[in-house]
Each structure stands twice: as structure tokens, then as C-alpha cells.
């Protein structure tokens, strides 16, 4: 589907697309040519749902400036 389009850097937080037209959020590999859905804090072991390339319809960058940075805390 998105053979036209630039695919996102490696490991980059995206906000992605599939061809059911559910938006999902989570990271793209390329080294599986797949993106791969957050799905919480469930550990290393799980990784979420998988969506190949040729799956995607859609995606963009997840705004970081949105996102604390984890190695930051901050005192409210």
C-alpha cells in the first residue's frame, strides 16, 4: 500500500494506519519491515501486535515534544 511513500526511521515512534482503517500507536522496525503496536507494560517478552509494511496504509511521527522525556522527572 505504501510503496510510493518514505518509510519511517528505525525504531521511530509513529502513529500508524492499517488497511481496516484503525489508527494505532507504536514503533516501526526495519529490520522486520513491520510496525509493531504499543500495547503497555507487559515486558520485553511481548511485543504487540505486528503490522507489515505492505499492511500500512498511513503513518506519521508521534510529536516527542508531546512525550516527557523518561529520563526526566518532573516535580509538579
Known sequence: ???????PEDQSL???TDMNGIP???T??????AFIE???D????DTGNIY??????SWE???KKDRPNPDIMVIL
Open 1 to 7: 500500500m505504501m510503496k510510493d511513500r518514505k518509510l
Open 52 to 57: 507489515p509494511e505492505e499492511d500500512i496504509v
Open 14 to 16: 509513529v502513529l500508524f
Open 38 to 40: 504499543a500495547i503497555g
Open 61 to 63: 511521527y508521534l510529536d
Open 28 to 33: 516501526y522496525k526495519k529490520a522486520s519491515k
Open 24 to 26: 494505532r500507536e507504536g
Open 42 to 45: 507487559e515486558g520485553p517478552e
